[in-house]
């Protein structure tokens, strides 16, 4: 490498902005580590804040006044986001913002997709002194919530379980919805049902696919299928239901883990498959989005109760705002099922 190149590589990583993140993995430490050894009223040891210092130092790290020990209130309640392309939840976070302007807050909106997003996630966070942060992601982004805890920002976590003890979680009852959606096709005389999930890991698929298949088994139904989706997208459903009917036993019906997958695997059995929705093949989902309820579709799904957990996520935002000795508490509110036009009378 020339010294015209090396010089301009120096130059663009002074000007870069050093994250708190880039520095916890250098020292070796949480993000968490690194917010109390910029603090002087922290708890930590000696030897721990000299490591963080001196891995700061070799970066170049200036550690961001704003996020740091400020109590006072900033009047801003994050809300994250990873989902952009899933229907369900541009009505959430409309409703979501109405909600905290009316408490005479402001909404900051961090869109999270990927690790590197993650980073500049947790940089917002600090810089901005958030007051609260409210979680809509399918997956927990960890190192957030760890930055949260080194800045006591209440989180809530929206529409997923989670085994993340000190945060609040609102959330449906997704075992129940799986429930729900096994007694609806066997109801409706269905005897081969699937279920198709949706991303790898994620409470709430996990969750649907344990409730489905224990509802399925309870009722002696012997023959049952569970196909990965790989994410709560359209084109995930349509590209899953080819895959299953490519398969020596195939459904008579399938679950799929929300609404927007269930859309696309009804398009793939008419238009692809040539099956007829519901006489051939039954078709039930999650959510019921707007898209449900069109005549394209008139979608059987379950129904979460986003009023309810809409209001519970922020009555609880605020209620640990006022008062940051509240315990954290898991809130779980009933499904509701709805039959329509995919599943047989």
Same mark, same amino acid.
């Given at each position: 490498?020339?010294?015209?190149?090396?010089?301009?590589?120096?130059?663009?990583?002074?000007?870069?902005?050093?994250?708190?993140?880039?520095?916890?993995?250098?020292?070796?430490?949480?993000?968490?580590?690194?917010?109390?050894?910029?603090?002087?009223?922290?708890?930590?040891?000696?030897?721990?804040?000299?490591?963080?210092?001196?891995?700061?130092?070799?970066?170049?790290?200036?550690?961001?006044?704003?996020?740091?020990?400020?109590?006072?209130?900033?009047?801003?309640?994050?809300?994250?986001?990873?989902?952009?392309?899933?229907?369900?939840?541009?009505?959430?976070?409309?409703?979501?913002?109405?909600?905290?302007?009316?408490?005479?807050?402001?909404?900051?909106?961090?869109?999270?997709?990927?690790?590197? &997003?993650?980073?500049?996630?947790?940089?917002?966070?600090?810089?901005?002194? /958030?007051? #609260?942060? +409210?979680? *809509? !992601? =399918? $997956? @927990?982004?960890?190192?957030?919530?760890?930055?949260?805890?080194?800045?006591?920002?209440?989180?809530?976590?929206?529409?997923?379980?989670?085994?993340?003890?000190?945060?609040?979680?609102?959330?449906?009852?997704?075992?129940?919805?799986?429930?729900?959606?096994? &007694?609806?096709?066997?109801?409706?005389?269905?005897?081969?049902?699937?279920? /198709?999930? #949706?991303? +790898?890991? *994620? !409470? =709430? $698929? @996990?969750?649907?696919?344990?409730?489905?298949?224990?509802?399925?088994?309870?009722?002696?139904?012997?023959?049952?299928?569970?196909?990965?989706?790989?994410?709560?997208?359209?084109?995930?459903?349509?590209?899953?239901?080819?895959?299953?009917?490519?398969?020596?036993?195939?459904?008579?019906?399938?679950?799929?883990?929300?609404?927007?997958?269930?859309? #696309?695997?009804?398009?793939?059995?008419?238009?692809?498959?040539?099956?007829?929705?519901?006489?051939?093949?039954?078709?039930?989902?999650?959510?019921?989005?707007?898209?449900?309820?069109?005549?394209?579709?008139?979608?059987?799904?379950?129904?979460?109760?986003?009023?309810?957990?809409?209001?519970?996520?922020?009555?609880?935002?605020?209620?640990?705002?006022?008062?940051?000795?509240?315990?954290?508490?898991?809130?779980?509110?009933?499904?509701?099922?709805?039959?329509?036009?995919?599943?047989?009378?």
């Amino acid at each position: 490498m020339s010294k015209q190149i090396q010089d301009e590589s120096t130059q663009i990583q002074k000007k870069r902005k050093v994250t708190v993140v880039e520095v916890a993995e250098a020292a070796g430490v949480s993000v968490s580590a690194v917010s109390r050894a910029f603090n002087p009223e922290a708890s930590i040891s000696l030897p721990l804040r000299e490591k963080v210092f001196k891995a700061a130092a070799s970066l170049n790290y200036k550690p961001n006044r704003l996020a740091r020990g400020i109590k006072s209130r900033s009047s801003l309640v994050g809300i994250l986001m990873t989902d952009f392309n899933n229907p369900f939840y541009l009505p959430i976070l409309s409703r979501f913002t109405t909600e905290i302007q009316r408490r005479n807050c402001h909404s900051l909106l961090i869109h999270v997709d990927g690790d590197m &997003d993650i980073q500049a996630a947790v940089e917002l966070v600090m810089e901005y002194n /958030v007051d #609260g942060l +409210i979680i *809509t !992601s =399918a $997956t @927990l982004p960890q190192p957030l919530v760890d930055a949260c805890r080194s800045q006591n920002t209440p989180v809530v976590i929206f529409g997923r379980d989670s085994s993340e003890n000190s945060v609040t979680i609102v959330s449906c009852d997704n075992v129940l919805a799986g429930n729900m959606a096994a &007694d609806m096709l066997l109801d409706a005389g269905y005897l081969k049902p699937a279920f /198709v999930a #949706g991303p +790898i890991g *994620t !409470s =709430a $698929t @996990l969750d649907r696919q344990r409730g489905f298949i224990a509802r399925l088994m309870e009722r002696g139904c012997q023959e049952w299928q569970v196909v990965e989706g790989g994410e709560f997208s359209y084109d995930a459903g349509f590209d899953a239901t080819l895959r299953v009917f490519q398969h020596t036993e195939k459904p008579d019906a399938l679950f799929f883990a929300d609404d927007i997958m269930a859309c #696309g695997g009804m398009d793939a059995l008419r238009y692809e498959l040539g099956f007829r929705v519901p006489e051939d093949v039954g078709v039930v989902g999650v959510d019921d989005i707007r898209l449900a309820k069109s005549r394209s579709y008139n979608l059987s799904t379950i129904r979460q109760p986003n009023e309810q957990m809409i209001q519970s996520s922020i009555d609880a935002l605020f209620e640990h705002i006022s008062d940051s000795n509240l315990p954290p508490r898991s809130i779980t509110l009933p499904c509701e099922a709805v039959v329509r036009g995919s599943t047989k009378k």
